[in-house]
């Protein structure tokens, strides 16, 4: 199965900034997927990311508030901008596996403050 | 909103013990996966059930799928304190890169 790393691991963050949420796939994969995970409850699917295309988003989640880049295959970021308390979970990003399971990065817990 | 809802929604077992864990979904799947989360962190994928299997093993975990009832169940066999961690159940409906649909996870404590 493919090895992601995914940093920062956490980070606390003001109000009205933005942080930027890096995952790097050892083998090329043609999608990408970024999740939320809000405190104590499941995932849910923010965005799938195609390389040479625009992110497709799932309803309640917009470009402007979460700007995806996919400049190659390997390689993904996820952007949470104009941040408020309510933005602090835990961001994953996946890459599907080889039998069929998706693999996960370790995540991105984000504290809003 | 969310496919998968898991039951119990929490379990706390004695150590050697079996764990059970139900999974219902509402909508026709191609495949249903496990997963596991230690504290929060990236999630590891267990096992995956295609829609056309009743039952699957993997070491001390089976996995069962009842399509007609839109159910699944995980079952971890002498549990270990390892086991501790949270568990979710997720849903695939079309093709190998579809987009996975999970519930609300089951937090599992084995008591050594």
């Known amino acids: 199965s493919a090895v992601i790393s995914q940093k920062p691991s956490r980070d606390i963050c003001q109000r009205g900034t933005s942080l930027t949420i890096q995952c790097q796939v050892d083998s090329q994969v043609t999608m990408m997927f970024w999740y939320r995970q809000q405190p104590g409850q499941s995932l849910t699917l923010i965005a799938t990311?195609?390389?040479?295309?625009?992110?497709?988003?799932e309803s309640g989640f917009v470009i402007d508030k979460f700007p995806i880049s996919r400049p190659n295959l390997t390689f993904s970021t996820l952007t949470v901008s104009n941040m408020s308390p309510e933005d602090s979970s835990i961001y994953l990003c996946?890459?599907?596996?080889?039998?069929?399971?998706?693999?996960f990065g370790s995540g991105t817990r984000l504290t809003v403050v | 909103s969310q496919q998968g809802e898991e039951d119990p929604q929490a379990l706390s077992i004695q150590e050697g013990e079996n764990a059970t864990m139900n999974c219902s979904y509402k909508t026709s799947i191609n495949n249903l996966q496990w997963y596991r989360q230690n504290s929060g962190r990236g999630l590891v994928h267990l096992i995956l059930?295609?829609?056309?299997?009743r039952e699957k093993h993997s070491g001390r975990l089976r996995v069962t799928l009842d399509t007609s009832k839109k159910s699944s169940s995980l079952l971890i066999t002498a549990s270990r304190a390892a086991d501790t961690a949270s568990y979710f159940c997720?849903?695939?409906?079309?093709?190998?890169?579809?987009?996975?649909?999970f519930g609300k996870g089951i937090t599992l404590s084995v008591r050594p």
């Open positions: 990311a195609n390389q040479g295309s625009e992110a497709t988003y």
């Open positions: 059930i295609r829609s056309n299997e």
């Open positions: 996946s890459v599907t596996g080889r039998v069929g399971g998706y693999t």
């Open positions: 997720a849903t695939a409906f079309t093709g190998a890169n579809s987009k996975l649909t």
